[in-house]
């Protein structure tokens, strides 16, 4: 119950987004996601025929801010869709691929 409570309550926020690697012809890129908490997530995308996120993990340097396990898990996946709303609101894209 407790743990439930806290992933409601958790928002992430991202900081910054920087392009791991890509393939423009395919349409397929990696992107390093950084949180304002610390926490830093590989988010794959597939551009056509719109960004679409396809799979992301939380690299595992920091401690997962849900659950607190420095080990893999799966807590992030239920952001997707809040990950998907602010790469796209705050332009993310155009800021990563413009490096
Ligand atoms: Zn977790």
Redesign the pocket.
Known sequence: MIIRVMTMSYRPSIDNVTKAASNDKDGLYEFIVKLVDGTECRVFYHRFPEWRLTNIS?LQKTP?P??R?DFI???MDSFTGEFERQMSDEQWFDKALAE
Request: overall charge positive; aromatic content about 0%.
């Open positions: 939380r997962c849900v659950c396990k898990c799966k807590c």
